[in-house]
């Protein structure tokens, strides 16, 4: 069965500091692979997504990820974080059996100190 | 292009009642999926509808229904609600539903069971 595991529930950091998020993954097919954010009051929304080929994905706002097959990971990056990145982040996996149904990870809340 | 539009916003039920929530996918989508979401449980995936047909369905019981209509509109129904449905339910439409067609979010229906 699919299953997505992400790291740390909450993470607190200073504007400036960098920042990952680690996301692994259980699936036996092909899968791909998702990034959302859910900034306070407003609906989830697609930060960044990684299909086939380069294994280093840039998405919105200066967010990068990387899938690294053999770890079945999918970790979010950001060099220099901004208070407006306060939010929930989500890990996702969309895969090619059982019909196509995307899978979250339990979320990771971020907070930004100014 | 108009987004997601679930109705209503808020529910408040009594245990025993029944709901239904309503979910307008983005023009041209033809899948919609519904995920429950609540605090520390990240999304958890309800079912999927494509082409007015139940592609897939998450581990929920039989309480929790869906249904698609021709125009790709959807509807969920929870019967003889119970205190651990108060949640916020999510809907969301893809274009196609295929392994890289990403999810695209409502604003959800806080649905409260006193």
């Known amino acids: 069965a699919q299953s997505v595991s992400q790291h740390n529930h909450h993470v607190i950091l200073s504007e400036a500091a960098s920042l990952e998020l680690g996301c692994n993954y259980s699936?036996?097919?092909?899968?791909?692979l998702f990034w959302y954010v859910q900034y306070p009051g407003q609906h989830l929304q697609l930060l960044l997504k990684y299909f086939s080929g380069d294994p280093l994905v840039k998405g919105i706002k200066g967010f990068e990820a990387e899938f690294i097959k053999s770890k079945f990971s999918f970790n979010l990056r950001k060099p220099s974080v901004q208070w407006s990145d306060t939010a929930e982040y989500f890990c996702?996996?969309?895969?090619?059996?059982?019909?196509?149904?995307?899978?979250f990870g339990a979320g990771t809340r971020l907070f930004v100190k100014a | 292009k108009a987004g997601v539009t679930q109705t209503p916003r808020y529910l408040i039920k009594t245990r025993g009642q029944q709901v239904t929530l309503s979910c307008s996918p983005i023009?041209?989508?033809?899948?919609v999926s519904w995920y429950q979401q609540t605090p520390g449980q990240g999304l958890q995936f309800l079912f999927e509808?494509?082409?007015?047909?139940?592609?897939n369905k998450g581990n929920f019981p039989g309480r929790f229904s869906g249904r698609q209509f021709s125009n790709s509109r959807s509807e969920m129904n929870v019967s003889t609600l119970e205190l651990g449905d108060s949640a916020l339910y999510l809907c969301?439409?893809?274009?196609?539903?295929?392994?890289?067609?990403?999810?695209?979010f409502g604003n959800g229906t806080r649905l409260t069971v006193t």
């Open positions: 699936y036996g097919g092909t899968v791909n």
């Open positions: 023009s041209g989508h033809r899948s």
């Open positions: 509808y494509f082409s007015e047909t139940q592609r």
């Open positions: 996702a996996v969309k895969g090619n059996t059982g019909g196509f149904k995307t899978i």
């Open positions: 969301a439409s893809s274009a196609t539903g295929l392994l890289n067609s990403p999810l695209h």
